[in-house]
């Protein structure tokens, strides 16, 4: 399984961006999906999930701000982020998991946004 993050860049803050992640193969597979950070100096955190069942779930950090939403006939997730700040600056990985009796653990290569004036 691939995991292919797109969508980042350089913005202004208060502005927005929607990072896309596409699999190789069907997410039907996948029970949840997620987005994670790393900022510099800082270790990674968890952004937001969506299970295959819909429900959502963000940090604290960026409630109201940003949006999880998957599509499962394209096999993409997205992270429409809005209301952008500087310290939202990081390197975001798309993340996939298949629970069962183990849980397996996919991740994307990341993508890089930087928000700054």
């Known amino acids: 399984v691939q995991l292919v993050e797109s969508g980042g860049g350089l913005v202004q803050p208060g502005g927005s961006l929607r990072l896309s992640c596409t699999a190789s193969?069907?997410?039907?597979?996948?029970?949840?999906m997620g987005w994670y950070r790393r900022a510099p100096g800082k270790e990674r955190e968890l952004v937001a999930y969506i299970s295959s069942a819909g429900i959502t779930n963000y940090a604290a950090s960026v409630q109201g701000r940003f949006g999880i939403s998957r599509d499962n006939p394209k096999n993409t997730m997205y992270l429409q982020m809005n209301s952008l700040k500087p310290e939202d600056t990081a390197v975001y990985y798309c993340n996939a998991k298949v629970v069962g009796s183990s849980t397996v653990s996919y991740w994307g290569q990341g993508t890089q946004v930087t928000v700054s004036s």
């Open positions: 193969g069907s997410i039907f597979r996948f029970n949840v």
